[in-house]
């Protein structure tokens, strides 16, 4: 412990031990904060071992009976050829205000060769304050929508001609959705950069289920896609990733594979639906809306100006 009283630990692999207390300080801040400070790739990328380009921020502070206590984590993600490192941060509810928050970031700061880039899910004003104290500025703005689906009146799926959907089989079409996701979402490194190893973390945990995986072909290839995923805890269901291949774009394919998705989750009995969408995605956005789906919260983006 320094002066402080504050450990900070930076490591490339978590122990599995570790891992858990981080997972259990996640859920624990969740319940605070109303949603998850750490997104589900940052969770999935803290087991399993080692990941390139991937480092962990452990922050340790004493307890009341002077026990060393885990009040901090933060993940550096550093696998953009062009951007600048991303990372998430948390900090145990019980233990905010006392400057581990700040020590977290700036740690984070200084790995990334103060070029750095930091998710604030929610938008919470204490994320927010942290930011600017840090002295970093917000970019990008990702909206979650949500709408009903006990009221969901969608026509029948037109799909383009030519094109028929059938479910996803593991194993068998991961190198073929590995393909067009990575076409799909090559502007949005996130997603696009996904390979064999995150398909394989998704598909291991309990929620994957194949029947909502739902892909387009057209002349044995295929051309779309739309993975949801169910929130059975919350009872919603989510347009988890929807992308079209670049060169069948603009034909309705995407509205088409909307409309499965969500007759799909209304079937589950759910009784909302839920996605996120870049806010600076004027197209997007436009036709959620006019789906019925309305902003729920914002998640926010700052990065350092160096």
Do not use: C
Request: charge should be negative.
């Amino acid at each position: 412990m320094g002066r402080t009283g504050r450990r900070i630990q930076v490591v490339d692999e978590v122990a599995p031990e570790t891992a858990e207390a981080v997972l259990e300080l996640i859920e624990r801040a969740a319940r605070t904060d109303g949603q998850p400070a750490v997104s589900e790739q940052g969770r999935l990328q803290l087991r399993g071992g080692k990941r390139p380009g991937v480092a962990h921020v452990l922050v340790y502070a004493h307890g009341e009976a002077g026990e060393e206590l885990l009040v901090g984590y933060g993940q550096l993600e550093d696998t953009d050829p062009v951007e600048a490192p991303a990372a998430e941060l948390v900090v145990h509810a019980g233990h905010r205000g006392r400057g581990h928050g700040r020590a977290l970031g700036t740690e984070l700061l200084e790995l990334s060769g103060r070029r750095l880039r930091v998710w604030a899910h929610g938008g919470h004003p204490a994320a927010r304050h942290l930011a600017q104290t840090l002295g970093l500025t917000m970019f990008r703005e990702l909206r979650q929508m949500r709408r009903s689906l006990g009221d969901l009146e969608l026509p029948e799926p037109v799909l383009p001609e030519g094109v028929t959907v059938r479910t996803f089989q593991p194993g068998t079409d991961d190198a073929a959705w590995l393909e067009v996701n990575a076409e799909a979402f090559a502007h949005h490194p996130e997603q696009g950069s996904l390979a064999q190893r995150d398909l394989d973390d998704r598909k291991a945990e309990a929620w994957f289920d194949p029947k909502g995986f739902f892909l387009a072909e057209k002349g044995g290839r295929l051309v779309g896609f739309h993975w949801t995923k169910v929130h059975a805890e919350e009872g919603l269901g989510e347009v988890y990733v929807l992308g079209v291949r670049p060169g069948a774009q603009g034909g309705g394919l995407g509205k088409a594979l909307t409309s499965v998705g969500l007759r799909h989750l209304a079937g589950q009995g759910l009784p909302t639906a839920m996605l996120y969408v870049d806010a600076d995605n004027a197209a997007a956005v436009s036709v959620y809306e006019r789906m019925g789906f309305v902003t729920h919260e914002t998640d926010l983006m700052y990065r350092s100006e160096t």
